[in-house]
């Protein structure tokens, strides 16, 4: 198991992104969270097979055909912030 944080910027609150990208991680059987920050961009931690998360990584690059994705930042994570439940969006 290995666990990813990711900033995501652009065009990506209000357009879906959140539920969108929850949806990709729980496809890909991930553990874990997105929610937006006060900045405008948007967080995720997922958590799960390294496959699965190059995948999710990869997918949120790309985004929803509403968002306009400019930066993916990634950094490992530890495991444990992702929790114990199925990839959810935080409000």
């Known amino acids: 198991m290995a666990a990813l944080r990711l900033t995501i910027r652009g065009r990506v609150q209000g357009v879906g992104y959140r539920a969108w990208a ?38 949120c690059r790309a985004g929803p055909p509403a968002a306009r994705v400019d930066s993916v930042a990634s950094e490992e994570a530890d495991e ?7 990839f959810h969006a935080r409000f």
């Open 22 to 59: 929850a949806g990709r991680g729980r496809a890909l059987g991930l553990r874990g969270w997105v929610r937006n920050l006060p900045d405008g961009a948007v967080e995720a931690v997922a958590a799960g097979d390294p496959e699965a998360l190059r995948a999710f990584a990869e997918a």
């Open 80 to 86: 444990s912030l992702a929790g114990d439940a199925p």
